[in-house]
């Protein structure tokens, strides 16, 4: 298991486009992916479960990652993050 | 055989297109039931998934072409949605745990989901929570085999129902609009502004027996003639075609002088502007050559939306709206709607006689916090960036324009000592639409800065006859001379203070009055942007 805390930039936060983005990120790989914010958890490949966390702009959320490739499929969640969602799926 | 009907024309134009009746879809049940096949519920439960999916992607097909890269993104979503694992795999798990059917489990887990979104309390997600129960309603009538309506159609077609509401009008694509054919409907209601806002052809009135018609049975709605018929022949087709042909040359002949500056003869002026609710009505207000937004109405603001907005969801709504026009001078109204328009968020007791009820500032101060300082407030901020009026609907009394002047100046004065210290008081303005301010200017001309006679609820007042009644539109061309008498006098007085008094209903748009009103000295009519082209022609006429 690898795990890694940042700060959402999106104006808007997670709504459709960024979660769905994220949802299809982490569903290109084997390993689970949860996100953690305000002690709320959520299938990091459901879009709706995302958006059910309510993170908006500046908010810090924990990504956690486990299973074959979770070093890789974190890099690229963290890549996507902290690009502000411009580095493609 | 033809078949002519013939009814209150609303919006002129001709169309020459199929039938297409549009009725509002059976409310959704949602059954409950036992199963014993978990196997077999949960492949049903996959096949109306992809069902569901093949209607969004027939939906984007649809709309590809008439919406641009974001607006077309929805119907990814919609997509992305119903394959959502989490949706998915918890329906499935409920299936098999409760050994109910799977319409009941896929609608326990989606109301959750929706539930969660909406108490997230952000406007944006709201809107996702109603996406998600769209789309439980679209799979859940797939898996009980209810029947599922589409306004969503690429070609060109006739409305033909009992009635159209303005949400249902406004969710449809106009362009595949032609005509609307309605038994129901008033005269100037909303579905009616905007119809012609659209320039669509609307009659109203029609005989009940329209609704038998078939769809797709050819139809000819000529509203230049006051006629609708069903199944015409070639000759008259041919005969509309040509008609249709003049008609839109003679348009776009209009339009394109409606930018050039508009004077008479001589040399007088009056501004023409537009009566405006949405971006799309204000871009066709900037394309055919208004010379200011003369009434904005933004109760579609509120009718649109969900839950209640915040002070910022106004500011953000209007900012939109006036971007798309900047240039001009906007005025802009408050809240103006009541029992007639209920809101899902706001409930108000339904009332005999809603037009003369706790409607528009009467419910907005009654909710104040709720309904008129968010919005207040926001037009305020807003006037900084833009050059707007603010203009109070339903005043009856001195007491009711005082009451809301001194509001509207609380606002600006916390506002000030709260950040925005240069703000200052835009000019304030109210309707003249109830007789008793109408008939008595003197009370009134010293307490606002202008005046805006709303010519449809103030002729429905003086004839006491209800503007949404097919059978007393007559008393609406009686009332005219008593309109015209009501407004010269009114504006001499105001005229005598130097402050302005425009027009922006029916009336405005009149071209058998636009003489008389610049004689009287009218300052602006206002009006739907389609109108305009024709009404700055005739002005061009003028001496």
Redesign the interface.
Known sequence: MTQHTLVLNDPIGFHARTASLFAKTAASFESEVSVYFNEKKANGKSMLSLMTLGVKSKQEIRIEVSGGDEDMALDRLKNLVSSNFIASA | MTEVYTGKVVSKGIAIAPARKVALPPELVVPDHGIEDLKHEQALFDKALAGARDYVSRWKATMNGRLEGEAL?LY??YD??LQ????VIQTKDLIESSSKNAAHCFFRVTED?AT??MA?N?P??SA?SED?RMLADLVIRLLSGQEIQELTWTDKAVIVSRQLTPQQLSSMNSDAIAGIVLVEGGLTDHTAILAQALSIPLLIGVSEQVLEIQNETPTLLDLEAGVFEVNPNTKQIHHAQEKLGVLQERFEQARLQATEKTVTKSGRSISVEANVGSLLEVKQAKANGADGIGLFRTELAFLQQKTLLSEQDHYDVYASILEGYKAVTHTIRLLDFGSDKPLSYLPVAKEENPAMGLRALRLGLKNYDLLLKPQIRALLRISKEFSIRILCPMIATEKDCIEIKSLIQYELKDLKTKGYKELKMPPFGIMVEVPNVAVNPKKFVDLADFFSFGTNDLAQFLMAADRSNVNLSIYFEDVKPTLIAIIEKFNSHAKRLGKAVSICGELAADTDFTEEFLDIGISSLSMAPSQIPIVKRRVREIK
Do not use: G, N, V, W
């Open positions: 993104e990814d979503a992305e949605m959502d694992p989490e949706l989901y969660t979104l997230l952000d944006y997600l996702r998600i």
